[in-house]
Protein backbone atom coordinates (compact mmCIF):
# COMPACT_ATOMS: atom_id res chain seq x y z
CA UNK A 1 0.00 0.00 0.00
CA UNK A 2 2.89 2.73 0.92
CA UNK A 3 4.44 1.37 -2.06
CA UNK A 4 1.78 2.06 -4.53
CA UNK A 5 1.19 5.65 -3.27
CA UNK A 6 4.88 6.16 -3.47
CA UNK A 7 4.71 5.14 -6.73
CA UNK A 8 1.97 7.44 -7.53
CA UNK A 9 3.42 10.59 -6.47
CA UNK A 10 7.00 9.86 -7.97
CA UNK A 11 5.89 9.20 -11.44
CA UNK A 12 3.88 12.46 -10.91
CA UNK A 13 7.04 14.22 -10.39
CA UNK A 14 8.08 12.22 -13.05
CA UNK A 15 5.85 13.49 -15.35
CA UNK A 16 6.50 17.30 -14.34
CA UNK A 17 10.08 17.05 -15.11
CA UNK A 18 10.04 17.21 -11.27
CA UNK A 19 11.44 13.99 -10.44
CA UNK A 20 15.08 14.70 -8.18
CA UNK A 21 18.17 12.20 -8.61
CA UNK A 22 21.36 12.21 -7.41
CA UNK A 23 24.67 12.33 -8.76
CA UNK A 24 27.78 11.26 -7.29
CA UNK A 25 31.15 12.57 -6.63
CA UNK A 26 34.27 10.52 -6.16
CA UNK A 27 36.39 13.61 -5.60
CA UNK A 28 36.40 16.90 -3.37
CA UNK A 29 33.59 18.23 -4.21
CA UNK A 30 35.43 22.00 -4.97
CA UNK A 31 36.38 23.14 -8.67
CA UNK A 32 37.34 20.57 -10.16
CA UNK A 33 35.58 17.43 -9.67
CA UNK A 34 35.24 13.96 -10.56
CA UNK A 35 31.65 12.43 -11.47
CA UNK A 36 31.55 8.76 -13.25
CA UNK A 37 35.58 8.13 -14.14
CA UNK A 38 34.95 11.95 -15.74
CA UNK A 39 36.55 15.32 -14.26
CA UNK A 40 34.32 18.58 -14.70
CA UNK A 41 34.38 22.28 -13.47
CA UNK A 42 32.34 22.23 -10.68
CA UNK A 43 30.37 25.54 -11.12
CA UNK A 44 27.57 24.50 -8.70
CA UNK A 45 29.24 24.58 -4.99
CA UNK A 46 28.89 27.07 -2.15
CA UNK A 47 32.68 26.59 -1.36
CA UNK A 48 32.63 30.54 -1.94
CA UNK A 49 36.87 31.01 -0.58
CA UNK A 50 37.50 27.65 -2.14
CA UNK A 51 38.76 26.44 1.60
CA UNK A 52 37.00 23.00 0.75
CA UNK A 53 39.93 20.18 1.20
CA UNK A 54 42.53 23.03 2.38
CA UNK A 55 45.56 21.38 3.96
CA UNK A 56 45.61 23.41 7.29
CA UNK A 57 41.61 23.24 8.02
CA UNK A 58 42.68 18.92 7.52
CA UNK A 59 45.27 19.55 9.77
CA UNK A 60 42.79 21.06 12.60
CA UNK A 61 40.37 18.71 11.93
CA UNK A 62 42.77 15.73 12.66
CA UNK A 63 44.58 17.83 15.71
CA UNK A 64 40.89 18.16 17.66
CA UNK A 65 40.39 14.58 16.95
CA UNK A 66 43.01 13.50 18.48
CA UNK A 67 42.57 15.38 21.32
CA UNK A 68 38.52 15.23 21.45
CA UNK A 69 37.65 12.35 19.24
CA UNK A 70 34.96 12.45 16.57
CA UNK A 71 31.50 12.67 18.47
CA UNK A 72 29.84 14.72 20.21
CA UNK A 73 28.19 12.34 22.42
CA UNK A 74 25.68 13.63 23.94
CA UNK A 75 23.31 17.06 23.59
CA UNK A 76 25.34 20.47 24.44
CA UNK A 77 23.10 20.29 27.76
CA UNK A 78 23.91 17.47 28.65
CA UNK A 79 28.35 16.24 28.14
CA UNK A 80 28.54 17.89 24.79
CA UNK A 81 29.10 21.27 25.47
CA UNK A 82 33.54 21.19 25.11
CA UNK A 83 35.71 23.92 24.96
CA UNK A 84 36.02 24.27 21.11
CA UNK A 85 32.67 24.48 21.34
CA UNK A 86 32.95 27.77 23.42
CA UNK A 87 35.80 28.72 21.35
CA UNK A 88 34.14 29.43 18.13
CA UNK A 89 31.31 30.52 19.05
CA UNK A 90 33.12 33.68 21.05
CA UNK A 91 35.13 33.88 17.75
CA UNK A 92 32.17 33.96 15.75
CA UNK A 93 30.22 36.74 18.32
CA UNK A 94 33.86 38.81 17.55
CA UNK A 95 33.81 38.62 14.22
CA UNK A 96 29.87 39.37 13.72
CA UNK A 97 30.09 42.00 16.30
CA UNK A 98 27.57 40.90 18.94
CA UNK A 99 27.18 39.81 22.30
CA UNK A 100 27.11 36.08 21.94
CA UNK A 101 26.95 32.96 19.35
CA UNK A 102 25.48 29.80 19.16
CA UNK A 103 26.54 26.84 16.88
CA UNK A 104 23.65 24.17 15.68
CA UNK A 105 24.71 21.43 13.52
CA UNK A 106 23.67 22.83 10.41
CA UNK A 107 22.27 26.42 9.13
CA UNK A 108 18.67 24.50 7.88
CA UNK A 109 18.16 23.59 11.54
CA UNK A 110 20.17 27.05 12.87
CA UNK A 111 16.62 29.23 11.25
CA UNK A 112 14.02 26.84 12.09
CA UNK A 113 15.52 26.45 15.96
CA UNK A 114 15.37 30.07 16.55
CA UNK A 115 12.11 31.07 14.47
CA UNK A 116 10.20 28.37 16.16
CA UNK A 117 11.83 28.98 19.74
CA UNK A 118 11.00 33.12 19.51
CA UNK A 119 7.53 32.46 17.94
CA UNK A 120 6.25 29.65 19.72
CA UNK A 121 2.68 29.95 20.54
CA UNK A 122 2.85 34.09 21.13
CA UNK A 123 -0.34 35.31 20.33
CA UNK A 124 0.63 38.91 20.39
CA UNK A 125 3.57 38.40 17.86
CA UNK A 126 3.79 37.86 14.05
CA UNK A 127 6.43 36.99 11.18
CA UNK A 128 7.07 39.24 8.45
CA UNK A 129 9.00 37.63 5.54
CA UNK A 130 10.41 38.14 2.37
CA UNK A 131 8.98 36.70 -0.39
CA UNK A 132 11.80 34.27 -1.99
CA UNK A 133 13.53 33.81 1.65
CA UNK A 134 14.99 30.31 1.54
CA UNK A 135 13.24 27.30 3.10
CA UNK A 136 14.71 26.50 5.91
CA UNK A 137 13.32 30.33 7.18
CA UNK A 138 10.08 29.39 6.11
CA UNK A 139 9.87 25.22 7.79
CA UNK A 140 10.98 27.81 11.36
CA UNK A 141 7.61 29.63 10.75
CA UNK A 142 5.79 26.95 9.86
CA UNK A 143 6.55 25.51 12.60
CA UNK A 144 6.46 28.29 14.84
CA UNK A 145 2.85 28.23 14.00
CA UNK A 146 2.77 32.20 14.29
CA UNK A 147 0.68 34.29 12.25
CA UNK A 148 2.57 35.50 8.95
CA UNK A 149 2.61 38.52 6.71
CA UNK A 150 4.82 38.38 3.62
CA UNK A 151 5.76 41.50 1.55
CA UNK A 152 7.39 41.21 -2.37
CA UNK A 153 11.08 40.66 -2.89
CA UNK A 154 13.22 43.15 -1.67
CA UNK A 155 10.91 45.59 -1.97
CA UNK A 156 10.81 48.08 0.75
CA UNK A 157 7.68 49.67 -0.28
CA UNK A 158 5.60 46.68 -0.10
CA UNK A 159 7.75 45.43 3.58
CA UNK A 160 6.54 49.15 4.89
CA UNK A 161 2.68 48.56 3.97
CA UNK A 162 3.12 45.54 5.68
CA UNK A 163 4.46 46.70 9.08
CA UNK A 164 1.82 49.15 9.02
CA UNK A 165 -0.46 46.16 9.13
CA UNK A 166 1.24 44.59 11.17
CA UNK A 167 1.11 47.20 13.86
CA UNK A 168 -0.86 45.40 16.47
CA UNK A 169 1.19 42.79 17.19
CA UNK A 170 3.43 43.38 20.29
CA UNK A 171 6.64 41.74 18.93
CA UNK A 172 7.06 41.77 14.90
CA UNK A 173 9.91 39.35 13.53
CA UNK A 174 11.04 40.39 10.44
CA UNK A 175 13.40 38.18 8.32
CA UNK A 176 15.54 38.72 4.78
CA UNK A 177 18.22 36.99 3.38
CA UNK A 178 21.53 39.24 2.64
CA UNK A 179 22.72 38.00 -0.77
CA UNK A 180 19.69 35.71 -2.01
CA UNK A 181 20.59 32.30 -2.31
CA UNK A 182 19.04 31.27 -5.94
CA UNK A 183 18.85 34.96 -7.13
CA UNK A 184 21.94 36.33 -5.98
CA UNK A 185 20.70 39.67 -5.28
CA UNK A 186 21.07 41.86 -2.57
CA UNK A 187 18.25 43.02 0.16
CA UNK A 188 18.77 46.72 0.59
CA UNK A 189 19.68 45.96 4.56
CA UNK A 190 20.16 49.71 5.29
CA UNK A 191 16.11 50.80 4.37
CA UNK A 192 15.37 47.34 5.93
CA UNK A 193 17.06 48.19 9.23
CA UNK A 194 15.37 51.43 9.33
CA UNK A 195 11.88 50.20 8.68
CA UNK A 196 12.33 47.81 11.62
CA UNK A 197 13.42 50.22 13.50
CA UNK A 198 11.15 52.75 12.43
CA UNK A 199 7.85 50.32 13.24
CA UNK A 200 9.76 48.59 16.51
CA UNK A 201 10.02 45.51 14.47
CA UNK A 202 13.04 42.33 15.38
CA UNK A 203 15.22 42.20 12.32
CA UNK A 204 16.74 38.71 11.55
CA UNK A 205 18.98 38.48 8.66
CA UNK A 206 19.82 35.41 7.35
CA UNK A 207 23.90 35.56 5.48
CA UNK A 208 24.51 32.46 4.78
CA UNK A 209 25.66 33.50 1.60
CA UNK A 210 27.46 36.80 1.88
CA UNK A 211 29.98 35.82 5.07
CA UNK A 212 32.98 35.39 4.15
CA UNK A 213 32.24 37.06 0.47
CA UNK A 214 31.72 40.46 1.57
CA UNK A 215 33.07 43.11 3.76
CA UNK A 216 36.87 43.67 4.37
CA UNK A 217 37.29 40.63 6.57
CA UNK A 218 34.76 38.77 5.54
CA UNK A 219 31.56 39.64 8.36
CA UNK A 220 29.19 39.96 5.29
CA UNK A 221 26.62 42.09 3.86
CA UNK A 222 25.47 44.23 7.30
CA UNK A 223 29.08 45.11 7.64
CA UNK A 224 29.66 47.03 4.22
CA UNK A 225 25.97 48.76 4.83
CA UNK A 226 27.56 49.56 8.19
CA UNK A 227 24.15 48.24 9.94
CA UNK A 228 25.34 45.09 11.98
CA UNK A 229 24.95 47.23 15.13
CA UNK A 230 20.98 47.34 14.09
CA UNK A 231 20.49 43.93 13.58
CA UNK A 232 18.81 42.07 16.30
CA UNK A 233 19.03 38.22 15.05
CA UNK A 234 22.39 37.33 12.42
CA UNK A 235 22.38 34.13 10.78
CA UNK A 236 25.08 32.32 9.03
CA UNK A 237 26.45 29.02 7.96
CA UNK A 238 29.40 27.09 8.46
CA UNK A 239 29.24 25.04 5.58
CA UNK A 240 29.34 27.67 2.40
CA UNK A 241 31.99 29.99 2.83
CA UNK A 242 33.42 28.71 5.85
CA UNK A 243 34.17 24.82 3.90
CA UNK A 244 33.18 23.33 7.78
CA UNK A 245 29.75 22.47 8.60
CA UNK A 246 26.95 24.04 11.05
CA UNK A 247 25.11 26.94 11.53
CA UNK A 248 25.27 29.85 13.77
CA UNK A 249 23.13 32.67 15.63
CA UNK A 250 24.73 35.72 16.68
CA UNK A 251 22.69 38.02 18.89
CA UNK A 252 22.47 39.76 22.32
CA UNK A 253 23.45 37.37 25.53
CA UNK A 254 19.14 36.96 26.10
CA UNK A 255 18.83 35.80 23.23
CA UNK A 256 21.50 33.31 23.43
CA UNK A 257 20.46 32.30 26.99
CA UNK A 258 16.86 32.05 25.48
CA UNK A 259 17.65 29.88 22.68
CA UNK A 260 19.73 27.63 24.66
CA UNK A 261 16.45 27.07 26.91
CA UNK A 262 14.09 27.29 24.66
CA UNK A 263 15.08 26.09 21.08
CA UNK A 264 14.21 22.40 20.12
CA UNK A 265 16.53 22.12 17.39
CA UNK A 266 19.11 22.76 20.19
CA UNK A 267 18.57 21.23 22.88
CA UNK A 268 17.43 17.73 21.19
CA UNK A 269 19.97 17.12 19.39
CA UNK A 270 23.78 15.83 19.88
CA UNK A 271 26.29 18.66 19.90
CA UNK A 272 28.03 19.27 16.63
CA UNK A 273 31.28 17.38 16.26
CA UNK A 274 34.73 19.29 17.88
CA UNK A 275 36.31 18.37 14.66
CA UNK A 276 33.97 20.59 12.59
CA UNK A 277 34.36 23.24 15.51
CA UNK A 278 37.94 22.95 14.65
CA UNK A 279 37.39 22.79 10.83
CA UNK A 280 35.64 26.04 11.30
CA UNK A 281 37.64 27.72 13.91
CA UNK A 282 40.41 27.26 11.04
CA UNK A 283 38.32 28.51 8.47
CA UNK A 284 37.50 31.72 10.65
CA UNK A 285 41.33 32.47 10.48
CA UNK A 286 41.76 31.56 7.20
CA UNK A 287 38.93 33.87 5.76
CA UNK A 288 39.31 37.27 7.83
CA UNK A 289 42.41 37.28 5.77
CA UNK A 290 41.35 36.48 2.48
CA UNK A 291 40.52 39.62 1.33
CA UNK A 292 42.46 39.16 -1.80
CA UNK A 293 40.45 36.44 -2.75
CA UNK A 294 37.41 38.12 -2.30
CA UNK A 295 38.28 40.96 -4.42
CA UNK A 296 39.48 38.51 -7.48
CA UNK A 297 35.73 36.41 -6.61
CA UNK A 298 33.31 39.64 -7.17
CA UNK A 299 35.93 40.92 -10.20
CA UNK A 300 35.51 37.74 -11.86
CA UNK A 301 31.40 37.66 -10.77
CA UNK A 302 31.04 40.76 -12.08
CA UNK A 303 33.00 40.28 -15.65
CA UNK A 304 31.11 36.50 -15.61
CA UNK A 305 27.68 38.89 -15.01
CA UNK A 306 28.46 41.11 -17.85
CA UNK A 307 29.33 38.53 -20.59
CA UNK A 308 26.20 36.53 -20.24
CA UNK A 309 24.21 39.88 -20.50
CA UNK A 310 26.33 40.41 -23.39
CA UNK A 311 25.37 37.24 -24.47
CA UNK A 312 22.05 37.84 -24.45
CA UNK A 313 21.30 35.49 -20.82
CA UNK A 314 18.83 37.06 -18.36
CA UNK A 315 20.80 37.10 -15.31
CA UNK A 316 18.03 38.40 -12.55
CA UNK A 317 19.58 41.27 -10.32
CA UNK A 318 22.79 39.37 -9.06
CA UNK A 319 25.15 41.47 -7.64
CA UNK A 320 27.27 38.71 -6.23
CA UNK A 321 29.18 35.46 -6.99
CA UNK A 322 25.76 33.56 -7.53
CA UNK A 323 24.85 34.26 -11.42
CA UNK A 324 21.63 33.04 -12.18
CA UNK A 325 20.86 32.32 -15.94
CA UNK A 326 17.38 32.33 -16.03
CA UNK A 327 16.32 29.57 -18.55
CA UNK A 328 12.74 29.18 -17.72
CA UNK A 329 11.02 26.24 -18.01
CA UNK A 330 12.57 23.01 -16.88
CA UNK A 331 13.12 21.46 -20.15
CA UNK A 332 15.21 24.40 -21.41
CA UNK A 333 16.92 24.10 -18.02
CA UNK A 334 17.45 20.69 -18.22
CA UNK A 335 18.61 20.57 -21.49
CA UNK A 336 20.99 23.56 -20.89
CA UNK A 337 22.63 21.92 -18.20
CA UNK A 338 23.42 18.36 -20.21
CA UNK A 339 24.82 20.25 -22.98
CA UNK A 340 27.28 21.97 -20.89
CA UNK A 341 27.95 18.31 -18.61
CA UNK A 342 28.91 17.32 -21.96
CA UNK A 343 31.29 20.42 -22.65
CA UNK A 344 32.87 19.22 -19.12
CA UNK A 345 31.03 22.14 -17.11
CA UNK A 346 28.88 20.73 -14.08
CA UNK A 347 26.17 23.24 -13.25
CA UNK A 348 22.58 21.29 -12.08
CA UNK A 349 19.45 22.52 -13.58
CA UNK A 350 17.47 24.32 -10.42
CA UNK A 351 13.62 23.63 -10.87
CA UNK A 352 10.61 23.91 -8.78
CA UNK A 353 9.87 23.76 -6.31
CA UNK A 354 13.03 25.55 -5.13
CA UNK A 355 12.17 28.63 -7.44
CA UNK A 356 9.28 29.42 -8.82
CA UNK A 357 7.59 28.13 -11.88
CA UNK A 358 8.92 29.01 -15.34
CA UNK A 359 11.87 30.32 -13.68
CA UNK A 360 13.84 27.53 -13.84
CA UNK A 361 17.84 28.62 -13.90
CA UNK A 362 20.91 27.56 -13.95
CA UNK A 363 22.52 28.85 -10.70
CA UNK A 364 26.52 29.31 -11.71
CA UNK A 365 27.98 29.58 -8.26
CA UNK A 366 31.66 30.58 -8.82
CA UNK A 367 34.69 30.66 -5.95
CA UNK A 368 37.75 32.46 -5.58
CA UNK A 369 39.74 28.85 -6.95
CA UNK A 370 37.78 29.31 -10.64
CA UNK A 371 40.69 30.30 -13.04
CA UNK A 372 40.24 33.28 -15.90
CA UNK A 373 40.43 29.80 -18.34
CA UNK A 374 37.68 28.24 -16.39
CA UNK A 375 35.41 31.31 -16.94
CA UNK A 376 36.63 31.40 -21.01
CA UNK A 377 35.24 27.55 -21.02
CA UNK A 378 32.18 28.44 -19.85
CA UNK A 379 31.47 31.44 -21.58
CA UNK A 380 32.54 29.84 -24.62
CA UNK A 381 30.25 26.70 -23.96
CA UNK A 382 27.12 28.98 -22.56
CA UNK A 383 27.67 31.09 -26.19
CA UNK A 384 27.43 27.72 -28.30
CA UNK A 385 23.39 27.39 -26.77
CA UNK A 386 21.29 28.26 -28.81
C1 LIG B 1 22.18 27.02 2.67
C2 LIG B 1 21.30 27.96 3.40
C3 LIG B 1 20.91 27.68 4.71
C4 LIG B 1 21.16 26.34 5.35
O1 LIG B 1 22.48 26.17 5.72
P1 LIG B 1 23.05 24.69 5.88
O2 LIG B 1 24.20 24.88 6.79
O3 LIG B 1 23.43 24.25 4.51
O4 LIG B 1 21.99 23.85 6.48
C5 LIG B 1 20.22 28.65 5.40
N1 LIG B 1 19.88 29.81 4.82
C6 LIG B 1 20.20 30.09 3.54
C7 LIG B 1 19.81 31.40 2.95
C8 LIG B 1 20.91 29.15 2.80
O5 LIG B 1 21.20 29.40 1.52
Given at each position: ??????????????????????????S????????????????????????????????????????Y??????????????????????????F?????????????????????A???????????M?????????????????????Y????????????????????????????F??????????????????????????????????????????????????????????????????????????????????????????????????????????????????????????????????????????????????????????R???????????????????????????????????????????????????
Amino acid sequence: MLDDFLLKKLSEMENAGLLRTLNTIQSNPAVRIEVNGRKFINFSSNNYLDLAGNKEINKAVADAIEKYGFAGTSSRLVCGNLSIHEELEAGLAVFKNKQASLVLPSGYQTNVGIISALMANEKNSCIIMDKLNHASLWDGVKLSGSRIFVYEHCDMNSLEKTLKRAHKYEIKLTITEAVFSMDGDFAPLKDFTELCRKYGAVSMVDEAHSTGVFGKEGKGLAEVFGVSNKIDITVGTLSKAFAAQGGFVCGSLKLINFLINKSRAFIYTTAISPAVCAAALKSLEILKGSATERAFLLKTAEYLKKKLNKLGFNTSNTQSQIIPVITGSVENTERISLYLREKGIYIPAIKPPTVPKEQSRIRISLTAGHTTRDIEKLTDSISEIV
